[in-house]
């Protein structure tokens, strides 16, 4: 399909499966109210054993909604992949390994390139040169606080190289995590299409599925979904400041931007199969 063709089916689609549009909706947002009530039970846990079991139990059902959501994207991905209109009925208690599958595949692809961001910070000394500066700022402790010299003097010195390891760990790192998007996408193509986290996960088929859809593709339907949801948050934006009342209107929303991506990232993979 062409880029236009794969936008205008992704951008109609949530609205053609309002159903499953607010089961995730009301998922996403019960996920975000007991994750957010899980953590700040945990903290107060510290004190307070009993505390720390109830937001272990409200983060496990937190865990629990999350395979559920991850679940329906995968399946929002498979329904582009097999370009199918309409969600299958939704059944809760159905293809939970779908879903845990999926948080495998993102947690895959966050530590691989964490470590190698890791790796290139090494190199580049980020760690010793942030080191130097707080021994500059230590050694410089006493004219600091006599007022002779302040932190900016005693950072400047050793600024520089700080500078030069910060942006080549930085620019690095984006490329790095750009790269794993794109092979993240398509292991969960993979994953949508095979229903194989085995073959999810091989790095080798999803290089090679880039190659057959083509890179050039790949990022312009990157950019046009990029540029899409940056003018929707936009117009939102400025909606919302003056009408605040409106900002309800994101339980929606977010799900709707969520379901176009998803189906975009089937139709594309659609190509190949």
């Not at 794109?182 to 999803?206: D, I, P, V």
């Amino acid at each position: 399909m062409e880029i236009r063709e794969i936008i205008e089916n992704a951008i109609l689609f949530p609205s053609k499966n309002l159903e499953t549009l607010s089961i995730y909706a009301i998922l996403l947002l019960f996920s975000a109210a007991f994750t957010f009530e899980g953590v700040v039970t945990v903290i107060f846990g510290i004190v307070d054993l009993w505390n720390l079991v109830i937001g272990g139990i409200y983060l496990l059902i937190a865990f629990i909604i999350g395979v559920i959501t991850r679940r329906i994207s995968i399946q929002c991905i498979k329904t582009g992949v097999e370009m199918e209109d309409y969600f299958p009925d939704f059944k809760w208690y159905e293809n939970w390994r779908t879903g845990l599958s999926k948080i495998v595949i993102t947690i895959f692809y966050f530590i691989v390139p964490a470590i190698v961001i890791l790796f290139i910070a090494l190199l580049t000394n980020l760690f010793g040169n942030l080191f130097d500066i707080a021994q500059a700022i230590i050694l410089q402790a006493p004219s600091i606080i006599t007022g002779e010299a302040t932190v900016a003097d005693a950072i400047f010195n050793s600024s520089f190289p700080l500078f030069i390891s910060f942006a080549l760990t930085f620019s690095g790192g984006m490329m790095v995590f750009l790269v794993f998007s794109f092979f993240q996408a398509m292991s969960e193509a993979r994953l949508a299409h095979t229903g194989s986290l085995r073959k999810a996960l091989n790095l080798y088929a999803a290089a090679k599925d880039i190659t057959r859809i083509g890179i050039g593709k790949l990022l312009l339907l990157s950019l046009a979904i990029f540029v899409i949801v940056t003018c929707i948050e936009f117009v939102l934006t400025f909606i919302f400041d003056h009408l605040v009342v409106l900002s309800i209107l994101n339980i929606i929303i977010v799900p709707y931007i969520a379901l176009f991506t998803y189906r975009s990232l089937g139709l594309l993979y659609s190509d190949i199969v």
